[in-house]
C-alpha cells in the first residue's frame, strides 16, 4: 500500500515561515490535500489539489508538490497556527485514502 | 452550508458493536460521498471507508473489511458507521467526512469518541 512520510515536528518562530513535507514514491502524480487539527477539534481542509485554498483559509497556507514529495508552506505564522497537520492522496490501491503520518508545528 | 452533526460518545464492552451516526443538513445525502475516518487517542487519522459514486459501492479499509458496516437513510439524510467484534485498539474518536468535489475531504463531523473497556 501506498506511504506518505511526514516529519514528526516542526518548530518555528512567530512571523516565520514553516514548512511542512510530505514524502511519497512519485506524489507529484497525484493531488494532494492537506488538513489542520488542533487538539480536540476535527481536522480543517487548509489546501487541496497540491495548492488551491478553500474560502476562508489565509492566503499564508500555501502548497507545492513535485517528485517524491509535497510541500504545505505557512508563510508569517501566528500562534494559531499551532496543530497538527496531515497530508492526504488517493491511491489506485486496494485502500484508496492514504494519510500521512502527521506534523506537530510548533510556534515558539 | 453543509453540516455533518454525528452521535454522542459511546461506551462499549470488548466483543460488542457500535453504531455512530452523522446527520446531513444544508444538502441531501445523495448529492454526497461520505466517508469515515478515525483517529485513535494521541494516534493519526485512519480512513474506514466510504461510498464511491462512480461504481454506486461502499468501498471499506482492508483492516475493517467483515467488521465494518457503512449505510445510509436517504429519508432522513443520515449516514451510519457500524463496527462490530469491538476490542480495545478501537478506542477512538470516529469522524464522518464529505468527498468534495476536488476528491478532498472539506466538510468534518464533530467527531464521536468510543470507548472499548471492560
Known amino acids: 500500500s501506498y506511504v506518505l512520510t511526514q516529519p514528526p515536528s516542526v518548530s518555528v518562530a512567530p512571523g516565520k515561515t514553516a514548512r511542512i513535507t510530505c514524502g511519497g514514491n512519485?506524489?507529484?502524480?497525484?493531488?494532494v490535500h492537506w488538513y489542520q487539527q488542533k487538539p480536540g477539534q476535527a481536522p480543517v481542509l487548509v489546501v487541496y489539489d497540491d495548492s488551491d485554498r478553500p474560502s476562508g483559509i489565509p492566503e499564508r497556507f500555501s502548497g507545492s508538490n513535485s517528485g517524491n514529495t509535497a510541500t504545505l508552506t505557512i508563510s508569517r505564522v501566528e500562534a494559531g497556527d499551532e496543530a497538527d497537520y496531515y497530508c492526504?492522496?488517493?491511491?489506485?490501491?486496494?485502500?484508496?485514502?492514504?494519510f500521512g503520518t502527521g506534523t506537530k508545528v510548533t510556534v515558539l | 452550508q453543509v453540516q455533518l452533526v454525528q452521535s454522542g460518545a459511546e461506551v462499549k464492552k470488548p466483543g460488542a458493536s457500535v453504531k455512530v451516526s452523522c446527520k446531513v443538513s444544508g444538502y441531501t445525502l445523495t448529492e454526497l460521498s461520505m466517508h469515515w475516518v478515525r483517529q485513535a487517542p494521541g494516534k493519526g487519522l485512519e480512513w474506514m471507508g466510504g461510498f464511491d459514486p462512480e461504481d454506486g459501492e461502499t468501498i471499506y479499509a482492508q483492516k475493517f473489511q467483515g467488521r465494518v458496516t457503512m449505510t445510509e437513510d436517504t429519508s432522513t439524510d443520515t449516514a451510519y458507521m457500524e463496527l462490530s467484534s469491538l476490542r480495545s485498539e478501537d478506542t477512538a474518536v470516529y469522524y464522518c467526512?464529505?468527498?468534495?468535489?476536488?476528491?478532498?475531504?472539506?466538510?468534518w463531523g464533530q467527531g464521536t469518541m468510543v470507548t472499548v473497556s471492560s
Open positions: 467526512a464529505r468527498r468534495g468535489s476536488s476528491d478532498a475531504f472539506d466538510i
Open positions: 512519485n506524489i507529484g502524480s497525484k493531488s
Open positions: 492526504q492522496v488517493w491511491d489506485s490501491s486496494s485502500d484508496p485514502v492514504v
